[in-house]
């Protein structure tokens, strides 16, 4: 394929704005022939249009790692079940609220679930913890991330009163998405999962890793398509790090540069989504999650486990706020978001584009 010169490539960030698509093609042609100038001239209107629709407000979700077990076996992941050397955790059903109680003293209203796929925590007591937690916090949204369940159980969870879901699609591409899951994932499954609970009516997030093992742009561009195809409320991307306990422990981890760029696109493509400046993002760059909100994101996800826990829900090497108490964590961010002309709301922070539950 012809590279772009950058005038071509000014007008596809100029379409893309003005029709939210491109073609497969223009998508990788974007991302081949991106340049410093280029990601400036889109990094301005991803900006403007995040300015529209969120203002400078930063939305915070006070992340809760419950579990480190996990039942799969993610090539990438530092938590999957043949990695032996994994300290395993899981948080009592008080541990959690604890969190909650610190996370809303903090200004959270937003708490995320989030874990590896662990079968010791039935429905019954997830649901249990749903009631807990939105009754002790009827102005505050809650997020589960625990992966691929039955439609049932995502129909249970949400009549408990979860309000949104995130599950990344990782790959929209079916022989990438085998290259990086054990056999018993597909990525069929994983679409059906996002389908399932977009029809039950979640604000559902998806989102994959940029720069794993062996991913092309015309992977990314796919990505891209099935976002647009999906139409989330939110979409979280951050760069593929290695783990030294994982079979990709000597492959090359994913740049910031890139990360930043495809923010940068998806912000023209879905206006009004949520996105967050991930800490994958803030892992492989210091100031990641300040770039990524000068490119279009609108939201961070400190971390509220337990301190004890911090550095045993590792995904990925040299993950950052493993050793903060969440006061600090909280308190970092702040300083961070008003550093860049931002600032960081009490809000939970809903999408613009709507969900059975939005309020
Ligand atoms: N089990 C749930 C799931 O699979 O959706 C939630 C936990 S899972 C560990 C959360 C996310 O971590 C995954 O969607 C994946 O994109 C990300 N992740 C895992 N390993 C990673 C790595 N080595 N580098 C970057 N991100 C990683």
């Known amino acids: 394929m012809m590279k772009q010169t950058m005038e071509q490539s000014k007008q596809l960030i100029d379409q893309l704005e003005e029709t939210h698509v491109l073609s497969k093609e223009a998508f990788i042609s974007l991302i081949n022939s991106r340049t410093p100038e280029l990601s400036d001239y889109l990094f301005e209107k991803s900006r403007r249009i995040r300015q529209e629709h969120y203002g400078n407000d930063v939305y915070l979700r006070g992340l809760i790692e419950f579990t480190n077990y996990c039942k799969n076996d993610c090539l990438y992941c530092g938590i999957r079940r043949s990695n032996k050397n994994a300290s395993r955790y899981r948080l009592t059903k008080e541990q959690i609220l604890s969190c909650c109680d610190e996370g809303y003293s903090l200004g959270f209203r937003t708490f995320v679930l989030q874990g590896g796929e662990d079968s010791h925590y039935s429905d019954e007591m997830l649901l249990d913890l749903i009631r807990e937690i939105k009754t002790c916090y009827p102005d ?144 492989i760059d210091p100031l990641g999650r300040e770039k990524g909100i000068l490119a279009g994101a609108n939201v961070v996800m400190p971390n509220l486990s337990p301190r004890e826990v911090r550095d045993k829900y590792l995904l990925y090497d040299n993950k950052i706020c493993t050793g903060d108490e969440a006061a600090e964590c909280r308190q970092c961010i702040d300083g961070r978001i008003s550093s860049i002309g931002y600032q960081v709301v009490v809000d939970r922070g809903d999408s613009k584009l709507g969900g059975k539950k939005n309020v």
């Open 140 to 283: 505050c949204a809650l997020t589960l991330s625990i992966g691929e369940r039955s439609y049932a159980s995502y129909k249970a969870f949400y009549e408990a009163g979860a309000d949104r879901y995130l599950l990344r699609h990782e790959t929209a591409d079916p022989v990438h998405y085998s290259k990086l899951h054990p056999p018993s994932l597909t990525l069929e499954t994983r679409k059906k999962c996002l389908m399932d609970l977009k029809n039950i009516g979640y604000q559902v997030g998806s989102g994959f890793m940029v720069g794993s093992p062996g991913q092309t742009s015309a992977q990314l561009a796919e990505d891209l398509l099935f976002l647009h195809e999906l139409q989330p409320q939110m979409v979280g991307i951050g760069p593929f790090i290695a783990h030294h306990d994982t079979p990709f422990a000597l492959e090359e981890s994913g740049t910031a540069e890139l990360t930043l760029f495809l923010l940068g696109l998806i912000r023209l493509m879905l206006p009004t989504a949520l996105l967050p400046a991930t800490t994958a993002l803030g892992t």
